[in-house]
């Protein structure tokens, strides 16, 4: 049983920083992709960013230059650094990641979801 657990959301001012992490655990034989969806109050979810098992990334037009996507392959996470937050930014975090747990088999894995909540 592979699970997602993330951490790190909360309240923020505007333009302030936060760290969401997302760790994975469980049978776990490889993960390829890494990622942060967001979704805010009374629309759908959207992909913010990812991160391929080479370190290449992928940001939302909205958060390149503010947002950071990162992982740590040896421990299964991922993080994200979101600094210079506005409120449009409020919403739920989801992490989700493609994992394999045998050499052949991969499916998509999804995190519960922290709230991320940019007022004054």
């Known amino acids: 049983q592979v699970q997602l657990v993330e951490s790190g959301g909360g309240l923020v001012q505007p333009g302030g920083s936060l760290r969401l992490s997302c760790a994975a655990s469980?049978?776990?034989?490889?993960?390829?992709?890494m990622a942060w969806y967001r979704q805010p109050p009374g629309k759908e979810r959207e992909l913010v960013a990812t991160i391929a098992s080479g370190g290449s990334t992928y940001y939302l037009d909205s958060v390149k230059g503010r947002f950071t996507i990162s992982r740590d392959s040896a421990n299964h996470t991922t993080y994200l650094q979101m600094n210079s937050l506005k409120p449009e930014d409020t919403a739920v975090y989801y992490c989700?990641?493609?994992?394999?747990?045998?050499?052949?088999?991969?499916?998509?894995?999804w995190g519960q979801g922290t709230q991320v909540t940019v007022s004054s």
């Open positions: 989700h990641a493609a994992i394999r747990t045998d050499p052949v088999y991969m499916r998509n894995y």
């Open positions: 469980g049978s776990i034989f490889s993960i390829s992709l």
